[in-house]
């Protein structure tokens, strides 16, 4: 029996990996298929190092949550999809979600766990789980990180659409524009001017820094600071911006 065609597809060029949903059939949704080819995409683009992982779809939605015919014919198992969600979330390179179709439900919580979140003024988005009888659970984790409770309370309980301006309002998506592509490539470029090692760090510290007590938040922040001024990277950074030219990462292969 044929393997049925891939609904994940890869391209990693100039130090970017572009991982494209492409399960149109079903509005990208989470399905087993689309989540084990998601995790390899991840895999591939770690193997080869790349400085930023880019999540974008063909087709009018970026993602329409859960496979709900898959989830009425088989036990649930939420595994897959928090793995997703964790390794998005907890891989060292700069991951962004570059939407340029509707979001809802799960698919939400796939976009808000990446780093920077791109989308089109138009794009619209719906928490819609209660109203088949379930709740926002594992994707409240990664939204909650971004957006205080009050703030999206409305849309969680009610499960009504909102637009782009009001998930920027909230702190759901960080860019809305009317070029996802532009922005997104001037995103990469920016992270790719930087060290590899200071770009990975910062994001660390994105994630841990808020939830530290203050005084031990500048324990370790001074101690990383001293260890990184004290790098080649800083070295050879200082050098580069006294001399006006783009600093020459040592590994970096971009």
Do not use: Y
Request: glycine share 6%.
């Amino acid at each position: 029996m044929e393997d049925p065609p891939a609904v994940v597809h890869t391209a990693i060029e100039s130090g970017v990996a572009r991982i494209t949903l492409d399960s149109q059939h079903n509005r990208n949704a989470l399905s087993r298929q689309l989540l084990d080819e998601l995790h390899a995409a991840v895999d591939g683009a770690e193997a080869a190092a790349v400085r930023a992982i880019v999540v974008r779809h063909e087709g009018p939605a970026f993602c329409a949550g859960a496979d709900l015919k898959e989830r009425s014919d088989t036990p649930a198992d939420a595994g897959p999809f928090v793995r997703v969600l964790q390794r998005l979330m907890d891989t060292p390179r700069p991951t962004i979600a570059a939407v340029d179709g509707a979001v809802r439900a799960g698919g939400i919580g796939l976009m808000a766990a990446c780093d920077l979140v791109v989308v089109d003024t138009a794009t619209t988005f719906a928490l819609t789980e209660i109203r088949i009888g379930v709740a926002p659970a594992i994707i409240s984790v990664p939204i909650l990180r971004r957006v205080p409770p009050t703030k999206i309370a409305a849309a969680m309980l009610t499960g009504e659409a909102f637009d782009a301006a009001a998930a920027r309002s909230m702190g759901l998506v960080t860019h809305v524009t009317d070029d996802v592509a532009g922005t997104v490539a001037a995103l990469c470029d920016g992270i790719r001017a930087g060290s590899p090692r200071a770009v990975a760090e910062t994001k660390t510290l994105l994630h841990t820094v808020p939830a530290l007590d203050r005084d031990a938040a500048f324990a370790a922040m001074a101690m990383l600071s001293d260890e990184l001024f004290s790098s080649p990277d800083a070295a050879e950074g200082m050098l580069a911006f006294r001399e006006k030219r783009r600093p020459d990462w040592s590994g970096d292969s971009t």
